[in-house]
């Protein structure tokens, strides 16, 4: 059911927090935000299914997924990792395919959905939504061309070093990656495209090093410009 009063608010504020779309006219803004559906989910739950149709696409307010595609024997290689203020499903819904991942939440889940068929409807009618979905769209493809050469050229060090400098955050002079609950050598290995004995023997040689200081909550930077040097490699 389409965002009732009480929420059409909040799914304006959620579809003008997106990147691409935070410059639309209200007039848009409000046509989208009624047609726009909450949705929770708890930590672990498929929000959607690689191969299904796809029927929705989906406005994450607060949380973090990931977007895997599974091998046969089981194995998962993570394509997305997204939070907060980003958009999938949009990739299936414009191009009549199936859902090309399969996306879980990592921990508690705010989100909107709208129908696939109302979205093409909003975005043929209106030419500025169009083009911010062309703009999103686009974005993705350049991750994927990037995804490509990280897990076909690259070595894992180089992997390890390029995905650490993308998340670092400036917090008090230091550079930081936070971890959060779900970030495990586990999770990290099948982001990177490895296993996870290699990266645990990866991050120790960095560590050993002196390049970085693995801590419980956070990974700290010790020496940006060696990890710039090893992402080079």
């Keep these: 059911m389409p965002a009732e009063n009480s929420d059409f608010s909040i799914a304006k504020q959620a579809i003008t927090a997106m990147r691409h779309f935070s410059a639309l006219p209200a007039e848009v803004v409000e046509a989208l935000a009624q047609q726009m559906i909450s949705r929770t989910y708890t930590a672990g739950q498929v929000i959607c299914l690689e191969g299904e149709p796809g029927e929705y696409v989906y406005f994450l307010e607060k949380g973090w997924v990931k977007g895997v595609r599974t091998a046969m024997d089981g194995r998962e290689q993570a394509a997305l990792f997204?939070?907060?203020?980003?958009?999938?499903?949009d990739e299936a819904v414009f191009s009549g395919a199936a859902y090309p991942l399969t996306v879980i939440s990592l921990e508690k889940v705010s989100a909107w959905a709208i129908e696939g068929a109302a979205m093409v409807k909003l975005a043929g009618?209106?030419?500025d939504l169009a083009l911010a979905c062309l703009e999103h769209l686009s974005t993705r493809v350049l991750y994927y061309v990037q995804l490509v050469e990280d897990l076909g050229l690259?070595?894992?060090?180089?992997?390890?070093?390029?995905?650490?400098l993308n998340h670092a955050e400036l917090r008090e002079g230091a550079l930081i990656i936070p971890r959060r609950t779900w970030t495990t050598l586990d999770e990290m290995a099948t982001r990177l495209?490895?296993?996870?004995?290699?990266?645990?023997r990866s991050l120790n040689?960095?560590?050993?090093e002196g390049i970085l200081r693995m801590e419980?909550?956070?990974?700290?930077?010790l020496d940006p410009q060696k990890l710039i040097e090893r992402g080079r490699a």
């Design 216 to 221: 419980r909550s956070q990974i700290v930077i």
């Design 125 to 127: 009618r209106y030419p």
């Design 193 to 200: 495209g490895t296993v996870r004995d290699v990266l645990s």
């Design 154 to 164: 690259r070595s894992v060090q180089s992997r390890i070093a390029h995905t650490l």
């Design 205 to 208: 040689a960095l560590e050993l």
């Design 82 to 89: 997204l939070h907060d203020s980003e958009i999938f499903g």
